[in-house]
């Protein structure tokens, strides 16, 4: 088994930062990417930004320029630091990461975070 564990969400400010972390621990054999999702009530969730075991990061248009992924030199802990942030940026912001895991480890085995929440105040 794998889980995932965030801290870091809250309430701040519109043009305030704040940095979510999530680490993953359990029967990992390999990390093969991390990211983070967003979801507001009655829509989907929607990918905010990845980031792969080689460093590859991708994000949505709406915080590029603004959130910067990135890792630990493990690769287990995946961080989202957010700057200038939005009142639309405000969601429940889930960690995901897909893994192989000592029992199978050519596994692409997915995973979700609790969920954490990140108000951002007008």
């Known amino acids: 088994q794998v889980q995932l564990e965030e801290s870091g969400g809250g309430l701040v400010q519109s043009g305030g930062s704040l940095r979510l972390a999530c680490t993953a621990s359990?029967?990992?054999?390999?990390?093969?990417?991390m990211g983070w999702y967003r979801q507001t009530p009655g829509n989907q969730r929607e990918l905010v930004a990845t980031i792969t075991s080689t460093g590859n990061t991708n994000y949505v248009d709406a915080v590029k320029g603004r959130f910067t992924i990135s890792t630990n030199n493990a690769h287990n802990t995946v961080f989202l630091q957010m700057n200038s942030l939005k009142p639309e940026d405000t969601a429940v912001y889930y960690c995901?990461?897909?893994?192989?895991?000592?029992?199978?480890?050519?596994?692409?085995?997915?995973?979700w975070g609790q969920g954490t929440q990140v108000t951002v105040s007008p």
């Open positions: 359990g029967s990992i054999a390999r990390v093969n990417v």
């Open positions: 995901n990461g897909r893994f192989g895991t000592e029992m199978v480890p050519w596994d692409d085995l997915q995973v």
